[in-house]
């Protein structure tokens, strides 16, 4: 169908004028946020990649997107594509939940069930040891003393 906005006269953009249907492009590869008390979701466009271009991993509470695909010809010459997406967690998400989804029309769906508990974070000290100095260097010290 035709929606009432494509009919509509050109936009400007940036002096020029185009077609409302190239203003649906330019919103292409973006990202949505939908956080509620029961669910964090992510909705990322990667229409340009294949599924198996694409890598989903989570880091702590960190959430990482990836996607790259090698040089490939289309009809203007070669071209490659890569990014790298992180999105940060809600400290009640437990990363090890999270589920992808890719639709038809290359629009990736990340879904993590929030379970209302926060994790307190964890403060891990490292204490820190001094090296000795190596037995090897010692001994060359004490001989260039007793040279001089």
């Excluded at 649906?24 to 029961?38: A, C, F």
């Excluded at 940060?88 to 038809?104: E, G, Q």
């Amino acid at each position: 169908g035709v929606f009432p906005c494509e009919i509509l006269a050109p936009a400007l953009y940036h002096g020029y004028y185009i077609r409302p249907r190239i203003n649906k492009q330019l919103d292409r590869g973006t990202s949505e946020i939908s956080l509620n008390e029961h669910k964090f979701q992510v909705f990322l466009d990667v229409c340009h990649f294949l599924p198996d271009e694409i890598t989903v991993r989570t880091i702590d509470n960190l959430l990482e997107v990836m996607g790259q695909h090698p040089q490939k010809a289309d009809r203007h010459g070669f071209i490659s594509r890569e990014f790298t997406r992180t999105y940060i967690l809600p400290l009640d998400v437990d990363p090890l939940l999270v589920r992808a989804t890719l639709s038809h029309d290359g629009i990736l769906s990340i879904v993590a069930p929030r379970t209302g508990k926060e994790v307190k974070a964890r403060v891990n000290e490292v204490k820190i040891t001094q090296q000795e100095q190596p037995v090897g260097k010692e001994e060359q010290s004490e001989e260039g003393k007793g040279k001089e």
